[in-house]
């Protein structure tokens, strides 16, 4: 048996930092708070812009939560997981990336009391669910509308509701347009199922230069190539078109290769050998009289004689997804291996193939396509900051528009879904027994964070407009009531005609309730070790400390 006076038993290493219970919780929900407040002025019209320099002095200006999160650079763990959900709801569904943030911030906030009075954080949990649970159901049942999708004008709506607030919002008619071609076009359906892929189908191009109202929407591809050899033709109406995977040059000789010369001649013919394989390569090609070829590699000048010879342009070097969208632009398929080709890989899908110079670099369009399942959107604009900034929030608005073709019920925006969820749970609220009706109840009002953001934003009076916003809810009938981010009146989101995707709503609740249950259990935070250095002194640790959180 051990004496009173022996040494406590140290169980973690000395150097370990440790915080536990009450005091990690706190320092959270200060975390989650805080990086809330940086994206909290980027929500609404009256959005302001944040600029960022990165290490490199490259500079970014943006309203966008994704963008702004991702750039600065955090230490608390806490942190962290706010940013990831930031970039899960623009993986997810593209847009509402501020109004996440800046909720999470806020239901993470109306925790903090409840943990003061010693509620234990699995009550807490419990009531977030719930809220969760029946704020889904109240969302999809009560509030939200379908939407006919032969209505063109109410989806230019709900697109236009999207980017209002961002920078694009003064080119709206373009942009909508736009974004709702381009949607259309990569739609594709198969078995049942609607795929719509933006990401590899749709591809923006900025070239700067010229004014936002010269960007359009290409019915076909573009590419920043241009042909290989000067007396290709430039201009071809009704191209056929073949897709290569290979390159058009003799192949080196795998690892280390021996050739045993004993005749001078031997050498003259492994040159002759090199030319016929390329002959023979480009042969198989002229023999389907394509008028343009396309590479991902290389091409040889010989190869290039050859097709040229043959009145055939060649573009070398393209990128494996310009080469995927070429594909689904002109109805090719992509070959890997010369002798393998036939005339069912032969796009004819395409109506024009020329190459035109913008600024100073060489440009190629395959356009007039016969349906195609790819487009290239076409962005012009004075500087390269501003092209970034409408490149953004074009996604999101290409985004809006997926949502809606895969899943087209509305809800209105401008906080009035937010007031009228909050009405909703306090009213069931009730019915609730026990401790957990408290913090069912505060997540009711958490959700008013949203209008009061709009509102704080316009720069009005904000109590009392959401006294009178609260009053207004309270009558049955009134749900579709929020806040105009224009000037800061209240109003009818019907008439103002602003609309949000439901999946994009959901995502938001659900990301922002889950990120705060998953900080709010966090009760011990556990630094590692120091490393010893050589001279028998701890090296500084790179975990984070308590002062980072005060940066």
């Known amino acids: 048996m051990m004496s009173q006076s022996s040494a406590p038993v140290l169980v973690l290493n000395s150097n370990t930092k440790r915080k536990f219970g009450h005091k990690v919780q706190k320092e959270n929900i200060a975390a989650g708070k805080a990086i809330a407040d940086v994206v909290r002025t980027c929500i609404g019209p009256r959005a302001m812009l944040k600029m960022l320099m990165d290490p490199m002095g490259g500079i970014v200006m943006t309203n966008d939560g994704n963008a702004i999160l991702r750039e600065i650079t955090v230490q608390h763990p806490a942190a962290k997981s706010f940013i990831e959900i930031a970039r899960t709801q623009d993986e997810e569904v593209g847009d509402g990336t501020t109004s996440v943030v800046v909720l999470a911030g806020e239901i993470l906030g109306v925790a903090e009391q409840f943990l003061e009075q010693k509620i234990h954080p699995t009550v807490i949990i419990k009531a977030y669910r719930q809220a969760l649970e029946d704020m889904l159901n109240i969302l999809d049942n009560d509030f939200s509308i379908p939407l006919p999708m032969d209505d063109e004008n109410k989806l230019i709506e709900v697109i236009q509701s999207c980017i209002g607030t961002k920078l694009i919002g003064t080119w709206s008619d373009l942009a909508c347009s736009i974004a709702l071609n381009a949607v259309k076009t990569v739609k594709i359906k198969e078995d049942g199922r609607t795929e719509i892929d933006i990401k590899r189908y749709a591809k923006v191009e900025k070239v700067p ?11 076909g591809i573009m590419l920043n190539k241009d042909i290989t050899h000067p007396k290709m033709r430039r201009l071809i109406k009704n191209p056929r078109i073949i897709l290569l995977d290979c390159s058009l040059e003799f192949k080196k000789g795998e690892s280390q290769t021996d050739v045993e010369i004993v005749k001078e001649t031997d050498f003259t013919r492994l040159l002759q050998i090199e030319e016929e394989f390329i002959e023979q390569m480009c042969n198989d090609i002229i023999a389907l009289k394509p008028d343009l070829v396309c590479t991902e590699k290389g091409v040889s000048d010989l190869a290039q004689h050859y097709l040229m010879k043959a009145n055939i342009s060649v573009l070398r070097r393209l990128r494996k997804s310009d080469n995927n969208r070429i594909a689904r632009a002109c109805n090719a398929t992509i070959v890997t291996r010369t002798d393998e080709l ?13 190459i035109k110079k913008i600024g100073n670099e060489y440009f190629t369009f395959i356009t007039e396509c016969i349906n195609p399942k790819a487009c290239t959107i076409l962005l012009r604009g004075p500087s390269k900051d501003i092209l970034n900034e409408v490149e953004r929030n074009l996604q999101d608005a290409l985004h809006v528009a997926k949502n809606i073709m895969l899943n087209p019920r509305l809800v209105t925006g401008g906080g009035s879904i937010e007031m009228a969820l909050s009405q909703a ?37 904000t109590i009392r407009t959401m006294t009178s916003l609260r009053a207004k809810h309270a009558i049955r009938g009134n749900e579709y009531w929020g806040i105009n981010g224009e000037t800061g009146e209240m109003s009818n989101m ?27 259990r966090i009760d011990d935070i556990v630094s590692g070790t120091k490393k010893i250095g050589d001279d028998g002194q701890p090296k500084p640790s790179t975990q984070p400390t308590d002062e980072s959180m005060k940066e």
């Open 494 to 520: 019907k008439d103002l005609k602003v609309w949000e995707p439901i999946v994009v709503k959901s995502q938001v609740y659900k990301t922002a309730i889950e990120t705060a249950i998953l900080l709010v």
């Open 209 to 219: 230069g010229g004014a936002i109202e010269d960007s359009e929407l290409l019915n």
């Open 342 to 354: 036939c005339e069912i890989h032969v796009g004819t899908g395409a109506g024009r193939f020329e």
């Open 425 to 461: 749970l306090v009213k069931k609220s009730s019915n609730i027994a026990g401790v957990v009706q408290w913090p069912y109840k505060a997540i009711a009002q958490a959700l008013e964070v949203i209008p009061r953001t709009l509102l704080q934003n316009c720069g009005v009076s």
